[in-house]
């Protein structure tokens, strides 16, 4: 059996993410190795959360320094959740010695927390 590997598709919106770690996901399950495809923000409760913030559905203030401030600090919660989880997070799939392809990790947020609001 081969190693588990942790493998993040980066890039910023509309640059297929999404669409090249689904393939290859897809492309691993076909060659018979187990695998997982995973995204941030999650679908659990917190990435719920800030998914209705980014689409301005919800707001925490009239700041939008603020909500930077909140949307940096939710996105910490959201991926400590998704690392950790015992559901379903990363550290476990990895330790079943699956495969974890994920759209968007780390560096996603230190690109968006570092822009400069206008």
Request: hydrophobic share 35%; aromatic share 6%; glycine share 8%.
């Amino acid at each position: 059996m081969t190693e588990s590997k942790f493998i993040v598709f980066e890039g910023i919106d509309g640059s297929g993410t999404s669409t090249q770690s689904k393939a290859l996901v897809q492309n691993l399950v076909e060659r018979g190795m187990p695998t997982i495809h995973t995204w941030e923000p999650t679908d659990r409760p917190i990435g719920r959360l800030l998914r209705q913030m980014l689409s301005g559905e919800l707001t925490s203030s009239d700041s939008p320094e603020q909500d930077r401030h909140l949307l940096a600090l939710l996105f910490a919660a959201d991926r400590h959740d998704h690392l950790w989880n015992n559901k379903d997070g990363i550290k476990k799939e990895l330790a079943q010695g699956k495969h974890v392809v994920c759209a968007r990790y780390v560096l996603s947020s230190l690109a968006y927390e570092g822009e400069e609001s206008s």
